[in-house]
């Protein structure tokens, strides 16, 4: 399954509904996702070439990060990244997102308690990305935010933000996020990211409301066997009955 090639996509793949999911938690499967990566930013022009086409950062291997690796059909398909703040120090390497690099003022200001005390949690998720072959499968789509999800309910936030594009800001505000922080250049990226913030209020809402994430629970089998960095089947008829996602999320870039 760890074979990973650009190499164009069988039309049996592209109509494949098997799809899995598994946090890659290891310098293969971390490989992986940085190749992926690196494949849907590069042809986009949000980053720079690299000879090693891999692209990772500072933040990967982290503690407070997970990475999570979707496949269809057995192939790596598609992969995002979790990223935990914790304002109390309680959590291990989580004094620090990658968002804060732009957004610091806003951060801490979003995490800090009406009594003023920062004491509040935020994951930004980050680094959605899918092979170009696959820019516009739905499926894979859908499956990626699921298990984003998932790990989301484990990090148990307070806040969950998002650094995107401009043109993306109405897809997300119709996901309840709402806009912090006005666009400014990105850091290892060639485009300007808004901030855009979703807050604790809004998340049952939010997993009503958006077919992909409804019965997300900590009860869910399919959670505990992802967390204890199971390969887990994220995919069936459910995902055929889901809303179509907007055709602007296309190997967005985060």
Do not use: W
Not at 29 to 43: D, K, V, W
Not at 56 to 65: A, L
Not at 177 to 187: A, D, H, L, N, T
């Amino acid at each position: 399954m760890l074979n990973f090639t650009f190499a164009p996509t069988a039309p049996s793949l592209l109509t494949n509904d098997h799809i899995e999911c598994q946090v890659a938690n290891t310098p293969e499967t971390r490989e992986i996702a940085y190749r992926i990566r690196y494949e849907a930013y590069f042809s986009y022009n949000y980053i720079l070439r690299s000879d090693a086409l891999t692209f990772s950062d500072q933040y990967d291997g982290r503690r407070n990060v997970t990475t999570l690796l979707v496949y269809k059909g057995g192939v790596p398909a598609a992969t995002a990244r979790v990223c935990l703040f914790d304002s109390q120090g309680t959590a291990l390497d989580a004094d620090r997102v990658p968002a804060m690099e732009v957004f610091d003022h806003e951060i801490r200001s979003l995490t800090t308690n009406s009594g003023g005390k920062n004491d509040l949690r935020a994951v930004e998720v980050t680094r959605l990305a899918r092979r170009c072959d696959l820019a516009n499968d739905k499926s894979v789509l859908s499956a990626l935010f699921r298990a984003v999800g998932y790990i989301v309910l484990a990090y148990d936030p307070d806040i969950v933000l998002n650094a995107c594009r401009a043109h993306h800001i109405p897809v997300y505000q119709r996901f309840g996020f709402r806009k912090v922080g006005e666009p400014r250049p990105y850091p290892r990226m060639t485009y300007e990211a808004a901030l855009l913030a979703c807050l604790r209020p809004s998340f049952q809402e939010v997993r009503t409301n958006l077919p992909f994430l409804k019965g997300l629970s900590v009860r869910d089998p399919t959670y505990r066997r992802l967390l204890r960095g199971e390969l887990v089947e994220m995919c069936g008829s459910f995902y055929s009955r889901c809303r179509p996602m907007p055709a602007s999320m296309v190997n967005r870039a985060a």
